[in-house]
């Protein structure tokens, strides 16, 4: 069974904080509708479809309302601008967006009403509205996934460590902290979906800043080393996955080729580090981040040095001059 595509009310969005999200909604009509579904985030402007070509409307996007449809709605006579009203709120949208504070006809809150269609206005002009609700939208409706492990802001760069339960990822984020780089989530860590190949990890409400140690229980990492020390949320572009060591694995010693940890659809460049008493595994993944951050910016040094060395076996071999005795004739 596909899973079900996410979707958020339209009363979600309007709960929404203007002082976070900077989109300022003011519901006008159609109260009784809040519970429709928005599934696409991007919007669609109402266009010819008061013309008579509604049929282009798609079902699941916001519609929006600027000025020159609020005019061209004016335009028309009572009753001619009441069956093309009629005729647009027939079809299956989850609400009507009235930008730049516009106040819309009578005929339009009327037949908000009687479809049970939210209307809703806001002051910002068209094309900053539509900009903030499909950011809005975007995050509500991304894919999302939880994990379970630790994601760290290493030197700028997200760092998600997994592993077996009991492996020590917490206590390696325990050091890194320690070290100066940040906490975003340990445990569980929300992972969604952005523009097809971004993900963003962010930490649950209930457990943000928290930590679990074994040994000395739940820390506030917020309280303990200051504001500076977690974020709310990071974009996820390295996994470290923890393993422990087995005698006679053989494990990569070179680097030359990166493995790919699958989230969401998306692969995300990986490494596999082995656990084994001694290794301070704090140092090996600020090195390990330290080394991703070289090769983001096109340095490789294993396949670098595999290439000076190829280079060098292609060099001819030189024979080596026989000695001569000065005293000899030649």
Same mark, same amino acid.
């Given at each position: 069974m596909a899973p079900e595509s996410p979707s958020v009310t339209v009363g979600a969005v309007l709960r929404n904080r203007a002082e &976070?999200? #900077?989109?300022?909604?003011? /519901?006008? $009509? =159609?109260?009784?509708g809040?519970?429709?579904?928005?599934? @696409?985030?991007?919007?669609?402007?109402?266009?010819?479809? &008061?013309? #008579?070509?509604?049929?282009? /409307?798609? $079902? =699941?996007?916001?519609?929006?309302?600027?000025?020159?449809? @609020?005019?061209?709605?004016?335009?028309?006579?009572?009753?001619?601008r009441q069956r093309t009203l009629e005729r647009t709120f027939a079809r299956d949208i989850p609400c009507v967006l009235i930008t730049a504070g516009f106040d819309p006809p009578p005929e339009m809150i009327a037949e908000a009403e009687r479809c049970r269609l939210p209307l809703l206005r806001t002051t910002m002009p068209t094309p900053n509205a539509i900009a903030k609700l499909t950011a809005i939208l975007?995050?509500?409706?991304?894919?999302?996934?939880?994990?379970?492990?630790?994601?760290?802001?290493?030197?700028?760069?997200?760092?998600?460590?997994?592993?077996?339960?009991?492996?020590?990822?917490?206590?390696c984020a325990l050091d890194l902290v320690v070290r100066g780089h940040r906490l975003v989530a340990d445990d569980t860590v929300e992972v969604r979906r952005r523009a097809d190949t971004v993900l963003i990890g962010t930490c649950p409400d209930l457990t943000r800043h928290h930590m679990e140690i074994r040994g000395l229980g739940v820390i506030n990492v917020r309280d303990l080393f200051g504001v500076a020390s977690t974020r709310s949320s990071k974009r996820v572009e390295l996994v470290v996955q923890l393993e422990r060591w087995e005698s006679g694995r053989e494990y990569d010693r070179l680097g030359l080729d990166t493995p790919h940890y699958g989230i969401l659809g998306c692969p995300v460049p990986m490494i596999r580090m082995p656990v084994a008493p001694g290794r301070n595994l704090a140092i090996l993944v600020e090195v390990a981040a330290r080394n991703q951050l070289l090769r983001?910016?096109?340095?490789?040094?294993?396949?670098?040095?595999?290439?000076?060395?190829?280079?060098?076996?292609?060099?001819?071999?030189?024979?080596?001059?026989?000695?001569?005795?000065?005293g000899e004739p030649v």
């Open positions: &976070l999200t #900077g989109l300022e909604l003011e /519901l006008l $009509a =159609g109260g009784a809040l519970d429709r579904l928005i599934s @696409i985030p991007y919007i669609q402007k109402t266009g010819l479809a &008061l013309a #008579g070509f509604d049929e282009y /409307l798609r $079902a =699941g996007r916001v519609l929006i309302f600027g000025e020159s449809e @609020i005019r061209f709605l004016e335009s028309l006579d009572p009753d001619v975007e995050d509500r409706l991304a894919t999302r996934d939880i994990i379970h492990g630790v994601l760290m802001d290493i030197l700028g760069l997200g760092v998600l460590v997994v592993g077996e339960s009991g492996i020590g990822k917490s206590e983001a910016r096109g340095h490789h040094p294993a396949r670098a040095l595999a290439a000076r060395l190829e280079r060098r076996l292609q060099q001819p071999v030189e024979e080596p001059e026989e000695d001569v005795d000065p």
